[in-house]
């Protein structure tokens, strides 16, 4: 029976997740290890699950989501530091497809222009930090956070007010 | 048990400058991962880094509870990125470290306009378990024209 799902993500919430900005995803293996690695772009579905672009190098973080699926995935304006966490789980890794790879290509070229225009780093520079290609997951969202960074972090949004 | 890496903390000195916002990833004792950014990791010695307690936040409620840690820098010249596996060994309330810490939240605090709300509580020390370059296009593209030797990850 397929998985019934209650989107939590609003349009205020799919705009920044899908707006450039810098994404880390936090993950744990079964001995309650952490991992830390980087997002490339985010596609809110139309029933509300994510499809993240994950560092296709990223092997601890990829065996982590094998195993259990929890993940963590925080969004940030690179300019206001405003920010988002979003964790639930993953129903899937696979292969990139050619529509990731339009997004992937997308998301990166907006955000070298943001970078560049807010004059937080030489273009040249920042391609360096490209990875050496990406993987999509699935993702299931099942609380959203307010991360910005200050005493407020950590306060849920969604579903309900209390903190993380 | 020793370190397993072959970059050094003193290597990627410059990844702990404060300029590009670090990440960290914990999780809870019942392994729910949590992921924010950091404003700075913090030099100590060859095996620690120290980060700021400024707030009762997830981060160091996960760190009670479960005291390992994963931190990504970024080296603000090159780009490079390192990943860091942590583990707390002690906080400390006083002191020149707690000192240094302190003169960098309230620096930061100051250019905020929030001095009332960061106040750093503890310095937190950790032993960096493991270290390593988590490799880029470039990173790769360069190993590749260095030849065998100069193709290692780390």
Redesign the interface.
Request: proline share 7%.
């Given at each position: 029976m397929p998985e019934v799902v209650e989107p939590l993500i609003d349009a205020a919430a799919k705009e920044f997740l899908e707006a450039p900005c810098s994404l880390i995803v936090g993950t744990v293996d079964d001995d309650g290890l952490p991992d830390a690695t980087r997002a490339w772009a985010v596609d809110v579905e139309a029933d509300g699950r994510l499809r993240v672009l994950l560092t296709a190098n990223a092997d601890v973080a990829l065996a982590n989501l094998r195993a259990n699926g929890r993940i963590a995935l925080t969004a940030t304006d690179f300019v206001t530091l405003d920010s988002m966490q979003v964790k639930g789980h993953v129903t899937a890794v696979e292969p990139r497809t050619s529509a990731d790879e339009v997004r992937f290509d997308s998301n990166w070229a907006r955000c070298i222009a943001v970078l560049v225009d807010a004059d937080l780093a030489a273009a040249e520079v920042i391609e360096r930090f490209a990875p050496p290609g990406v993987v999509a997951c699935v993702m299931v969202v099942e609380a959203i956070f307010d991360q910005t960074p200050g005493p407020a972090a950590g306060t849920r949004l969604a579903p309900t007010g209390i903190r993380s | 048990m020793s370190p397993r890496r072959q970059v050094t903390l003193y290597d990627i000195q410059s990844c702990f400058e404060g300029i590009i916002?670090a990440?960290?990833?914990?999780?809870s004792?019942d392994?729910?991962?949590?992921?924010?950014?950091l404003?700075r990791v913090h030099l100590v010695d060859d095996d620690h880094v120290a980060l700021s307690n400024q707030?009762f936040?997830?981060t160091v409620r996960n760190l009670a509870e479960?005291p390992?840690?994963?931190?990504?820098v970024?080296d603000p010249?090159?780009?490079?990125?390192y990943?860091m596996?942590l583990r707390y060994e002690r906080t400390e309330r006083r002191g020149p470290l707690f000192e240094r810490l302190r003169r960098d939240i309230d620096a930061i605090a100051a250019l905020t306009g929030?001095q009332d709300?960061f106040k750093l509580r503890s310095a937190d020390v950790y032993r960096v378990v493991e270290l390593e370059l988590?490799?880029?296009?470039?990173?790769?593209a360069e190993m590749r024209d260095a030849g065998p030797d100069g193709g290692r990850e780390s």
């Open positions: - | 916002p990440a960290i990833a914990t999780a004792a392994g729910v991962p949590n992921v924010t950014h404003s707030f936040s997830k479960n390992r840690a994963c931190v990504e970024i010249h090159t780009y490079d990125r990943r596996v929030m709300v988590v490799p880029s296009a470039a990173n790769l």
